[in-house]
């Protein structure tokens, strides 16, 4: 039963273009929700997080979002450039365990 | 540089064999873990430690074994290995507690004849 779902497992946007890539999660026990990048062959790589207490982070073309009540995280890049294809998962950490859970991973392709 | 790295890349050996990935950080972390990654790419979490001591412990197998010499080794060993075994195992840190993500070694590749 999966507590983090990413119900896209691809999408392609032209350079330039805005990517938003979603995420739904089902437990309110969640506190720290984060974006990771990753390229063939190599670890995730850390994006962008958010806490709980926060609806918006942003850091240059990356911004989480973070709805709560929906239960609802994404993340928009804006400008997209070619060198942001890769697969992104969004993890959320269980504030009680301090276990993160993983979603299954959003392939994104930025076409030139 | 500072990072996490585990070894070996690459691991291709038969079934019912016992074998060990390493891992080691040196960002200072408190806190190591394992992870698995299927065919499916779903990322589960099978093991974590705390400044050596076990504090997650998902239902995996008990032929798998993680070690903690200390708080920047945390090393994985298998026995009888089976088919299913066959995936990418990645190793992470992070400080536990803090609102810091979690840094990751570029995976070990176990294929299992």
């Known amino acids: 039963d999966q507590q983090v779902k990413q119900n896209s497992p691809s999408l392609s946007v032209q350079e330039g273009r805005i990517s938003i890539l979603n995420c739904d999660y089902t437990?309110?026990?969640?506190?720290?929700f984060l974006w990771y990048k990753k390229y063939p062959a190599e670890g995730p790589t850390f994006l962008i997080s958010?806490?709980?207490?926060?609806d918006k982070n942003e850091d240059g073309r990356f911004t989480v979002f973070l709805n709560k009540s929906a239960k609802h995280l994404s993340l928009h890049i804006v400008p997209s450039q070619p060198g942001d294809s890769a697969v992104y998962f969004c993890a959320v950490r269980d504030s009680g365990t301090y276990k993160y859970i993983f979603g299954t991973g959003t392939r994104l392709k930025v076409l030139a | 540089d500072t990072a996490v790295s585990q070894t070996p890349k690459y691991l291709v050996t038969q079934m019912g064999n016992d074998k060990s990935i390493k891992c080691e950080q040196n960002?200072?972390?408190?806190?190591m873990y394992w992870y698995k990654q299927d065919s499916k790419k779903f990322l589960k979490i099978m093991f974590s430690?705390?400044?050596?001591?076990?504090?997650i412990n998902e239902t995996v197998p008990n032929r798998f074994s993680p070690k903690s010499p200390d708080k920047a080794h945390l090393n994985l060993h298998i026995n009888s290995l089976e088919l299913g075994d066959s995936a990418v195992y990645f190793c992470a840190s992070s400080y536990q507690g803090a609102n810091q993500p979690q840094h990751f070694g570029d995976g070990t590749r176990l294929s299992i004849l």
């Open positions: 960002l200072g972390h408190d806190t």
């Open positions: 958010i806490s709980s207490i926060k």
């Open positions: 430690y705390n400044n050596k001591e076990l504090i």
């Open positions: 437990n309110s026990m969640f506190d720290y």
